[in-house]
Structure formats: C-alpha cells, structure tokens
C-alpha cells in the first residue's frame, strides 16, 4: 500500500506541495525572525543608553567624592529596574567604588544563553565617568560606569516572538501545503483519475465507440486539450486498425475474404453444421488458362479479369454463402445448409454458367472457365483441414478431365493424390540417385533415310521400372522442379552430342524445353555454359518449345528467343498446329524448325489438308520441315511426294538409350560411309 501511495501523482503532488510551502514560510518566518532580531537589538542599545544616561552624574558625584553610601544608592535604585542585572561604580579599572550582581534564577538559563547570542555584544553598557562641571565634561577621568543587562529578561520578548512566529509559521505551511494539495486534487489530480479510468475502459478492438469526455470546467485548459488529443488518437487507431482488418482479412485485389478470413469462416460454419446437423459444401476453384491470359495480355488485365470474375462470384452466390481469393487464381466457395449434394452441383453449375459468358476488357474478348473440386461434411472429411484437401484433390480432377467441368471429391482421387505426392518426393531425389536418363530419337531423310538427326527425350528408371513421362512431367512442371531437370536434360544431351561428334561426326541434337525455363532471364547463360562445358557447337543444338509457349513470348516481342537465336541455336516449334498461332507472329518468330504433329499424321494418306498446308506454310518461310509420328510407309511415301525434309516416329525407329542409338545409327553410319 506505501509502494502504491508513493507512486500516487496526488501523494507526490501533496508532498511537494507542503514542502513548497514549508520552504516559502521559513524564508518568510526567517525575514520575520531578522526583523525582530532588528529590533530588539535596538531596543536593548537604546534601554542601556538610557540607564547609563541616568546614571551618569549620579555616579560620576559618587567617584569624584568617593561616596560609597552615594554609590550604593545609586547601584540598588539601578537594580530595582528589571533589565538591570549588576552594577560597577569604579574609580578606576582596579579600584571598584561599589559593585553588585544579582543572582539570576535557573529556570532562565534557557533564555539566558539565547539572549547572549543574540544580544551578547549589548550585555553590558560601560561610560567613563569625569568630575562634574558646569562647562562640560574635561579629562582626566574620574572613575567608570558599568551595567550588565539580565540578558534572559531582555531576550524574553524576542524569544517568544520568535518562538511564536516559527510555530505560527509552521502550522500556518502545513494548513497552506494541505489547501493547495487539496486543490490539486480537485482541479488536477481528480480530473486525471477520471482521465485514467476513462482510457482503461477504452474497448482495443473498438476504440471509436469509446470516447473520452472532457472533464467539468477543463473544457479550455491543458486538460481539456490532452482529452482531445486523446479522441483524435483514438479516431485514427479506429481507422488504422479498419485498414489492418481490411489487410489482414480481405485480398486487396477483389476485395474478397482471403485465406485467414475464408479458414475463420470455414471452422464457423463447420461449427454451425455440427449444431443444426445441416451438411456444408466446400467449393475449390481454379481458372483455366489463366496463366496464358497473364502471359500474352500482361498482368494488369489479368488483374481485371479476376476482379471481374470475382464480382460475378459474388452476384452468383446467396448472401448466406462465402466466396474469397486464395490467392492467385484460386477461390473458394462455403455453401452452407446443404441437404443434398446436388445442391452443391446445382451451385457449381451456376458458376460455371456465370463464368462462361464472355468478359470484355478494354476490346479483348476473354472466355474465362474454371475447373472445381467439390467436397462435402461430413462425408469427405470432419474438420477444415481434410474437407479443404478433398476439395482441392477434387479440383485436380476436374482439371484433368478438362476445362470448365467439377468434380466431386471421392476415394479413389485421395488415392491418386497422394500418388502424385510420392511421385513429387521421389523426383526430387531422382538426379542425385542417377535415375534419369536421355533416351534418342532418330530424324531421318524420308528418301535416303540418311539420319539427320536426333531429338533426346528424358527417361525416369525407378526400381520398379521405367516411369511414363505423362506421370511425371507435369508434376515436374506444377512443382518447379522442371527447372533443374531440364538444365540436367540440356547438359547432358550436348555432353552425349559432343561425345559422338568426336567419334561419328556432326550430329544435331534436339531437346524440349518447358515453359518455366524460357521464364528465366538466366536460361541464355546456362546455354551458354552448356554448350561450353561440353565443346559443342552451337549450331548442332536445337531447343524445341510448344506453339504455345512461343505464342506466349510475343508479349516481349521473342525477346528471349531472339537472345537464344544470337548464341548460335536452332529454333523449332513442336506440334505446330494444335496451339493458338497467329501467322502475323509466325513471320516474327527467330525459327529454324517447324514440327507437324502427330495428330494431323494420322490421318495421312487419307486427309492431308491441314498437313499439307502446314509443309507449304514452312517451305515458303524457307524452314526445315519435321513430320513427327510417321508409323506407315504410305506416310512416308506421301512426304517424299511433298518435299518434307525430315521424318521421325516409329516407322524408323522408338527412342532409344544412347549406346544401343550409337550402335544402330551412328556405327551403321559410319559403316555406310566408308
């Protein structure tokens, strides 16, 4: 309790107070006590004067007569006078005349000894006396006067007024220290009690519905300002606490609920199923062909577009429903109250219904779709986190099977699931075990059937056997990991391809490159590299890229494959004819190499037109022609007829693993040649 008074504002002010006043009062006690002194002094000065002056001839007769009776009487009429406390008549400094000193009681001692200090340089007043005449006083001397004062009489008066003063003074400070404490805490600590209270019961969470009024009377002053101050702090944490929550909870782009709000809502609403025993349907959204839109229209349209997309999420959907961003160009949709499941696919629908009409911004006409994954409580899982896994399992599904299509989530997709995660751990692993592999595909001259080349191919050969590249590559894609398998493809095929150039001559080299590969600004440089590393020349590596992703690199003008071009490269389009191509951009492109895929070979000899069309496009941009999935010779005969410049597929030969490539191609070669 004495800890908490001595850390009280009103106490420390108090204290001070009293002490303020007790230091004012002593300096005014003690100008008090000077004045008195002052004047006591003087009083004293002037009472011996006196009593000298009255004695003066009296006693000078006495000396000049040497009249002891005369003395005396003169001495006792003296001492009759309180203040006087002994008497000298002296004809000289050894020969007294009469002198007595009046015994002084004990009980003044006290006041005695004050009075010596004060008055001590008064105590005794002495005159020479000279013999009388009626012109004046004339030397010699005829004897000497002494009076000594009863210094406790004369001291009396002073020492009361003293004493009275100081003790008045003190009571005086104390009462004036104990008014202004008071009034320090009427009119200051009081009101920042109040203050304090009203700060304390401050709400955090809502600061503005919680004011602080203005203490009474303080409406003006110092007080009155702080209180104001106080509000307007509170005002702005109101609102930047608003724009945290905004932060914190919303996506800045749509203005939807993000992952934290969504996951929040997601264990309410699981809450509330639980209660009401009613079902909850999670909806996982993914935009199909998003990234394209991103790549070829840049990323403030795609900005708009899912802004747009996100407006009609939100004027699909009932008020009771949820629908946020993930991130991304992922959503996600809580569909509460859900009895049946066709409840959910009636919701789904609606949205990919909604989706489907076409988005106009700023004159490009977008068709945007979705694939959804759909998951229920209780069935496929009974808290947040299994029912949002099922859902996105569930989305997976849907993609794969298509665009603009839901899935609904069931057991045999967590099994695939968790499949694709096994299969992701263990590429991550694979190059450090020495599992991957380049399998080679010849290119052959369809008339001679002279080998013109090869394209290298990635293998991935486990334990269990040989892993089919559509099981692996995309995971490869979706996971990154692509990245470094293909700098491991593209050393490694232009070590093998210089190898063989050193025994068997010049052989071009063809390998795929992904899409995430010609995203990295640093991709020249690694070219670069391997081409040194290994000794080839430059023009003996061809780098194969989708339609679609040259498609893609027109929004920087091929900046990239321009650079590629520079260092020396070929350049080849792989399955021409099954992206988005635009002619315009076709001429613009730094090519070296057109591919026919092997959909539009299947149906040669019979329906060549697009074929034909694509071999007349090349010829004429003065391009190398490569049909891909020759299996006939009426295939073969067809491309000879048309002046193709390269076949590959099975009807030469399957991919094969270099040393049985070398043995059957480059050996024979050689063979054939000498």
Known sequence: MLKGLGNSLAARQAARAVLAACIIGLFLSGLEVAWATWRERGKASE???????????????????????????????????????????????????????????ASTAG???????????????????????????????????????????????????????????????????LMLTWVFHRFLTRPLVELEQAVAGIDPDNPRDTRVTVPPGHERDELGRLTQRINETLDKLDESQGQLRQLATRDPLTELPNRALLLERLEHALSRARRTKRGLAVLFLDLDRFKHVNDSLGHDMGDRMLQGIAQRLAETLRHSDTVGRLGGDEFL?????????????????????????????????????????????????????????????????????????????????????????????????????????????????????????????????????????????????????????????????????????????????AINVSPRQLADADFPNRVRVALAKSGLPAHLLTLEITETVAMTAATGDFAMLRVLRDIGVGMAIDDFGTGYSSLSHLRRIPLTVLKIDRGFMQTVPHDVAIPATILELGQRLGLEIVAEGVETEPQRDWLCDMGCQTIQGFLISRPLPAAEFEDRFLVERARAAG
Not at 77 to 102: K, N
């Open 333 to 509: 949709v809580l569909v509460e109250e859900v009895r049946e499941p066709k409840e959910a696919i009636q919701v789904a629908d609606r949205i990919l219904a909604t989706l489907a009409r076409p988005l106009d911004l700023d004159g490009h006409q977008l068709h945007p779709s979705a694939s959804i994954g759909i998951s229920l409580w209780p069935s496929d899982g009974q808290d947040a986190r299994q029912i949002l896994r099922c859902a996105d399992v569930a989305m997976y599904a849907a993609k794969a099977a298509g665009t603009g299509c839901w899935r609904m989530f069931s057991a045999e997709m967590s099994e695939q699931a968790m499949s694709r995660l096994r299969t992701e751990a263990r590429l991550r692993a694979a190059e450090l075990r020495g599992e991957f592999e380049l399998f080679y595909q010849p290119k052959m001259d369809p008339r001679s059937l002279l080998l013109r080349g090869a394209e290298a191919l990635l293998r991935w050969k486990t334990d269990e056997g040989y892993v089919a590249p559509g099981d692996f590559i995309p995971v490869a894609e979706e996971t990154g990991l692509i990245g470094p398998i293909g700098d491991w493809v593209l050393g490694e095929a232009c070590r093998q391809a210089a190898a063989w150039r050193r025994q068997h001559g010049d052989l071009p080299v």
């Open 111 to 177: 006041n005695s000894t004050i009075g010596r200090l004060v008055f001590g340089d008064l105590a005794r007043g002495t005159r020479i006396l000279y013999r009388p005449q009626d012109d004046g006083r004339e030397k010699p001397p005829i004897g000497l006067l002494r009076i000594d004062l009863d210094m406790a009489l004369v001291s009396a008066d002073y020492i009361a007024f003293v004493g009275s003063s100081l003790l008045g003074g003190l009571v005086r400070n104390i009462l004036l220290g």
């Open 47 to 105: 009472l011996v004067e006196q009593m000298l002056d009255l004695m003066e001839g009296s006693a000078a007769a006495a000396a000049w007569n040497v009249d002891e009776a005369l003395a005396q009487q003169i001495g006792n009429s003296a001492l009759s006078i309180g203040a006087i406390a002994g008497i000298e008549i002296r004809i000289s400094d050894d020969q007294p005349l009469w002198a007595h000193h009046r015994a002084l009681p």
